[in-house]
Nanobody, 118 residues
Framework: VQLVESGGGLVQTGGSLRLSCAAS????????MGWYRQAPGKQRELVAD???????SYSDSVKGRFTISRDNAKNTVYLQMTSLNPEDTAVYYC?????????????WGQGTQVTVSS
């Protein structure tokens, strides 16, 4: 499984960014695609995920500001981020999993840096 991310960068507080992640290789069509992030000195945390059927979940810190979506035909997941603030600064990783919960991950992207300046 290969996951290739794009769309990170530097943005000012209040700005927006859109991340994309395309998955390739062999994997079950029934899967969960998600975004995690890791800030310096902190543990990696789940930001949002989405099932093939479109069921979504979000961390409390991004709810109402971030929107996750996917294109099943392209095996691609997106993360639209709005109202960004410096606390959102982190490396964002795309993830492909067989199911929600720990232990089901089958692939990670290389990470893309998101930096929000104050």
């Amino acid at each position: 499984v290969q996951l290739v991310e794009s769309g990170g960068g530097l943005v000012q507080t209040g700005g927006s960014l859109r991340l994309s992640c395309a998955a390739s290789g062999r994997f079950p069509s029934s899967n969960v695609m998600g975004w995690y992030r890791q800030a310096p000195g902190k543990q990696r945390e789940l930001v949002a995920d989405i099932t093939r059927g479109g069921s979504t979940s979000y961390s409390d810190s991004v709810k109402g500001r971030f929107t996750i979506s996917r294109d099943n035909a392209k095996n691609t997941v997106y993360l639209q981020m709005t109202s960004l603030n410096p606390e959102d600064t982190a490396v964002y990783y795309c993830n492909l999993a067989l199911s929600r919960g720990a232990g089901f991950s089958i692939g990670w992207g290389q990470g893309t840096q998101v930096t929000v300046s104050s």
